[in-house]
């Protein structure tokens, strides 16, 4: 179990002396299989080796990403540990070599969702909504905004243009997807989203949010569960607006995870069995953000929202394209799969926007 990979990176890290048995493979997602080392006297540590292929394909070894993604990474830890609430390792560090890459970090438990009640869900989402409102309320040292990248010495937002612009085009792409939405060959209710969404982007253009260094890959995957602690791992940040991620985490609890647990990436996670504890951290989750604010709550439920009328436009345009990718049919599975969730996002969205004052 032990490889030579486990046996070279620990001579990296100058601690090949280590015993075997304290060394043990907790776990794997898409791009690392990742390894418990047990120490004494010490934290316990992660050790993280980037896979050779990842969806079927061979990985290429490309530095300036895979500096992107760990110093992404690390700047993600660096504020989260400013927050105070020990949620994410405080040691992380990365090793870069063609023939081995791996990240070490600390340890930060096990748990699952499995193992929690309706309760400590709701706890484990409560913890969660607080600690995104303290990030979201840091002012990130990052220039420009979106998906982060290297720039040989510091990271920055891709896209470097006037604050009001980002806004508003933020704004006019939901008009514009909810018009693709209406012009395709799709049946719902026409009128009653276009008057949730017209009423939502109204007010939404008149509230800017700000500027935060959000998480985009909240799943449970990457979040540790347990009646004791929780801890957030593996994050995958960019600059992006604060209550449209609150909305984020709270669509994928409500309606993404359960909706995608057909798809062959997420199937053996069987999330539509646990549909109701998820829900539970969704609501654990805005009660911790919010801290019952009612008019933050109807912003993160009007975002929310949106996220949905995103997802259908997005199943929409895969539906379209004639050579689905490989990687896309392991994570939305194959046409007919898309072809449903779209209607189950146009149901979803039709039920949320009920409520038109
Ligand atoms: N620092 C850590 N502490 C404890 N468990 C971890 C840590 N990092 C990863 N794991 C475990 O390994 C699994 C996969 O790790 P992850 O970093 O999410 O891989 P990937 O980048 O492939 O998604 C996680 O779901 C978790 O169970
Ligand atoms: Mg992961």
């Not at 309760?119 to 040292?141: C, I, L, R, S, W």
Request: proline content about 3%; hydrophobic content about 35%; glycine content about 4%.
């Amino acid at each position: 179990m032990i490889d030579e990979t486990i046996i070279n990176a620990l001579k990296k890290l100058k601690i090949e002396n280590i015993k075997k048995e304290h060394i043990s493979k907790i776990g794997e997602g898409s791009w690392h299989t990742v390894y418990r080392i047990e120490r004494q006297g010490e934290e316990d540590l992660a050790l993280r080796v980037k896979k050779k292929t990842a969806y079927g394909h061979l990985q290429e070894y490309q530095e300036s990403e895979l500096i992107t993604e760990y110093e992404s990474t690390k700047i993600y830890y660096h504020y989260a540990n400013a927050c105070n609430d020990n949620l994410c390792p405080s040691y992380f560090d990365y090793y870069l070599d063609p023939s081995l890459v791996f990240t070490i970090e600390s340890f930060m438990g096990k748990g699952t969702i499995q193992s929690l009640n309706q309760t400590e869900a709701f706890f484990t989402g409560e913890k969660a909504g607080y600690f995104f409102q303290e990030m979201h309320n840091q002012t990130p040292d990052i220039k420009g905004f979106g998906k982060l990248k290297w720039n040989g010495e510091k990271l920055e937002g891709s896209i470097q243009e006037e604050f009001e612009r980002i806004w508003q085009d933020d704004n006019n792409f939901y008009i514009s997807i909810l018009d693709k939405l209406i012009s395709s060959h799709l049946k719902f209710d026409v009128e009653r989203i276009t008057a949730k969404i017209d009423s939502i982007i109204e007010k939404r253009r008149n509230n800017p949010q700000k500027i935060a260094l959000v998480n985009q890959d909240i799943t449970p995957e990457n979040i540790i569960m347990n009646t004791d602690y929780t801890a957030i791992i593996d994050p995958l940040p960019r600059l992006d607006f604060d209550v449209k991620y609150a909305g984020y985490f709270v669509f994928c609890y409500k309606f993404l995870l359960p909706a995608y647990s057909n798809a062959p990436r997420y199937r053996h996670n069987s999330y539509s069995q646990h549909a109701a504890k998820l829900s539970e951290i969704a609501d654990g989750f805005i009660k911790g953000y919010t801290n019952h604010d009612v008019n933050q709550i109807e912003q993160i439920m009007n975002e929310y929202t949106l996220w949905v009328l995103l997802e259908a436009y997005e199943h929409l345009e895969v539906l379209n394209e004639e050579n689905v990718s490989y990687q896309t049919l392991q994570q939305m599975g194959n046409k007919e799969m898309i072809k449903n969730r779209l209607i189950l996002c146009l149901k979803q969205l039709e039920s949320l926007c009920l409520d038109l004052e």
